[in-house]
């Protein structure tokens, strides 16, 4: 069985590692990266099924690059593990395709089910009302 490519964007190597390791218990972890940038070479040289990207990343934001890459590679999901919790965050991720909003504080217990949503092409916006 192929399992769910994912590509983690992270600019902390702590967190990025800890993402990493929690998603390969049921994902194929294809690359990660530290900066929005990288996010977008990466992103259309691997083609993922999902980009679980945090939202403040060093020369390129997360939403950013998530908007740079819709408009140039083939689809995949959008997955938000980020520490803001406003709404305008939300929102604007949203805009931008995204069906995972995971704060990460809550990543053990939500970023797999939000990937597993996301790939089932569900929202899945925690801890927050479903968009």
């Known amino acids: 069985m192929i399992r769910p490519r994912i590509l983690v964007a992270e600019s902390h190597p702590i967190l ?3 993402t990493i390791a929690l998603l390969t218990s049921h994902f194929d972890v294809v690359g990660s990266v530290a900066d929005g940038v990288a ?3 990466e992103a259309s040289r691997l083609c993922p099924d999902v980009i679980v ?3 403040t ?3 390129l934001s997360g939403i950013d690059a998530v908007h740079q890459l819709r408009e140039s590679i083939s689809p995949f999901r959008a997955v938000f593990l980020t520490v ?5 965050f939300i929102d604007a991720c949203v805009a931008e395709g995204a069906l ?3 704060l990460k504080s809550q990543m053990k217990a939500h970023l797999i089910p939000a990937v597993q949503a996301a790939l089932a092409g569900k929202s899945y916006i925690y801890p927050f009302a479903h968009k």
């Open 16 to 18: 990025r590692e800890a």
């Open 39 to 41: 996010l977008v070479a």
């Open 53 to 55: 990207s945090a939202i």
């Open 57 to 59: 990343l060093p020369v």
């Open 84 to 88: 803001h919790a406003e709404q305008e």
């Open 100 to 102: 995972g909003y995971v």
